[in-house]
């Protein structure tokens, strides 16, 4: 079986061919126009993704030395994401479905974060049912319980910013530039995590909460540039390391408590946070500190990509639950819904 899969939610287009469950390509079009504006501009990324849909396609096909006519199904995103984005992706994949006469198959973005982990990789562990996924990603923090493929159970979530969201924001006011996520897990490798102790927010159950954390930082650093106008410059690797230190903090308390709740010690992430190297660190360390088997995608498979959307792809078309050719995007699609 031959899963094109198409990906087109927010700010990356990305395309994949998947042989089974066994990627053959994935490639993805970063879109830098959205840097020079400190976010993503919908109006933009839409018009973007207009202008690489048909090239990112082709290098997937090329890519993966497979000719179009031999494709089984096209998977696609429908949602959730900024909705200019995935009428692009939506539009194509019905287009090409229909050109081809194959089936076509929506896929929610959050399940595909999630269910990453059964690609197959020689290197790479799977979960088996049920576990716990902790998706942390630009515009969601979730804890999921995992019962099947498609069946899933949302334990927990953010009240206000996504965890990406508080990185992206937090390296906003240290005066970096878009996307900062990455950026702050740079710096923090050279500083020391608890130089600054940010206060950490207090919210019950397995939700989370992160908009206090971005107030916390500006006013340390607006108190500190007072009396040190060059605060920022001379201790940037440290705020980086502590704000990256608290955050991880939050998550890492937040799974613990998930684990005990549901006596469950199977724990994955997923979502572009799961690339954060102090994330990977923590989980991994859980392993012998903590008793848990832990799960974490290889690292091209945590940001938006259409690998995941291909997995998804695949796992339904072995239950030929196909989608209808006047099936629509959607900009909120809740797990589970
Ligand atoms: P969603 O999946 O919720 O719809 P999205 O698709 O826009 O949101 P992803 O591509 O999954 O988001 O993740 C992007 C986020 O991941 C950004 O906020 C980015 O800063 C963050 N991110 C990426 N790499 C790292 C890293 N190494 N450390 C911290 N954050 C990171
Ligand atoms: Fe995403």
New binding site residues.
């Given amino acids: 079986t031959y899963i094109l899969a198409i990906e087109s ?2 700010d990356d287009t990305s395309a994949a061919v998947l042989a089974n469950d066994k990627v053959l390509s994935n490639v993805v079009a970063n879109q830098e126009i959205h840097r020079k504006y400190g976010g993503v501009v919908p109006e933009l990324a839409s018009r973007a993704h207009q202008q690489n849909i048909v090239p990112v396609v082709h290098q997937a096909l090329a890519q993966a030395n497979i000719d179009k006519k031999a494709l089984s199904a096209i998977a696609f995103t429908r949602g ?2 900024l909705m200019g984005s995935l009428l692009v992706g939506t539009s194509f994949a019905k287009s090409m479905s229909m050109g081809l006469e194959i089936p076509l198959i929506e896929v929610n ?2 399940q595909a ?1 999630i269910l990453v982990h059964f690609i197959k990789d020689e290197n790479q562990k799977t979960p088996t049912f049920p576990f716990l996924a902790m998706t942390i ?4 923090t979730q804890i999921v319980l995992v019962k099947d493929f498609l069946e899933m159970e949302i334990l927990g979530q953010t009240l206000d910013d ?1 965890v ?2 508080a ?2 924001k937090s390296a906003k006011l240290l005066g970096l530039p878009y ?4 950026l ?2 740079k710096l923090a490798k050279k500083g020391n995590p608890r130089a600054y102790p940010f206060p950490k927010p207090k919210v019950d159950g397995l939700n989370f909460s992160f908009s206090g954390l971005k107030t916390s930082i500006l006013y340390y650093i607006q108190k500190q540039t007072k009396a040190n106008p060059n605060f920022l410059e001379e201790n940037l690797e440290d705020v980086c390391a502590s704000i990256q230190y608290t955050i991880l903090e939050i998550l890492m308390e937040k799974l613990e408590k998930a684990v005990n709740q549901t006596g469950i010690k199977q724990v994955a992430i997923g ?3 799961a ?3 102090g994330i990977r660190n923590r989980l991994a360390a859980a392993e012998h500190e903590k008793g848990w088997q832990t799960y974490i995608p290889k690292f091209e498979f945590c ?2 990509n259409a690998a995941m959307i291909g997995i998804v792809g695949y796992l339904k078309y072995l239950q030929k639950n196909f989608s209808a050719k006047n099936v629509v995007a959607k900009a909120r699609y809740v797990i589970g819904e």
Avoid: L, Q, R, W
């Fill in positions: 939610s927010c959730p994401g973005h959050m974060h990603s630009g515009g969601h996504a990406g969201e990185f992206d996307p900062g996520g990455p702050i897990d979502g572009g946070v690339a954060n190297s940001t938006d």
